[in-house]
């Protein structure tokens, strides 16, 4: 492969059609044999997915580094407004920031109460509520073995 083809692939991968590319390159390829060169049995197929794959992966990288940056300047940003809010002593503000900051973080008032309800909706709080249950499964709740008399 050389330096022509691979100028082609990065035009592809930008988003170029056929005929732009072939123009870009001078038309050293016409758009019949961009075309020819990208289908699946083109000699520049597999170079072009393993670019688009390798420019995926380095985005996805630069995008992770670029939130990691942003995050702890958004975190920083919720703390000062929420320390604001309590200074100013404006309760609309302390709970609106105070919601966000527990939403982000995943302990939010939504998702604690849909894992308590979850929680609850699995504990027994007896043990003939627990008895109960065994026997509409068809389990002696006395040895935990599968009953027959169901």
């Not at 082609?8 to 930008?14: D, Q, S, T, W």
């Not at 000699?43 to 630069?62: G, P, T, V």
């Not at 670029?66 to 709970?95: C, F, H, M, P």
């Not at 008032?109 to 909706?121: A, F, G, V």
């Amino acid at each position: 492969m050389n330096s022509l083809h691979q100028k082609a692939i990065e035009l592809k991968y930008e988003g170029n059609t056929y005929q732009e590319i072939s123009s870009i390159l001078g038309g050293e390829f016409t758009e019949g044999t961009l075309k020819q060169y990208f289908s699946e049995n083109g000699i520049l197929y597999l170079s072009y997915i393993a670019y688009a794959e390798s420019m995926s992966e380095k985005a996805l990288r630069e995008s992770i580094a670029l939130l990691r940056k942003t995050s702890e300047k958004a975190s920083y940003a919720l703390v000062n407004g929420l320390e604001r809010a309590i200074s100013n002593q404006d309760d609309t503000l302390i709970l609106k920031y105070s919601t966000l900051i527990l939403d982000r973080s995943g302990l939010g008032l939504d998702n604690l109460e849909r894992i308590l309800k979850k929680e609850e909706s699995r504990r027994f709080k007896t043990y003939e509520e627990y008895a109960v249950y065994c026997n509409q499964v068809g389990i002696d709740p006395s040895t935990g073995l599968r009953s027959t008399s169901v």
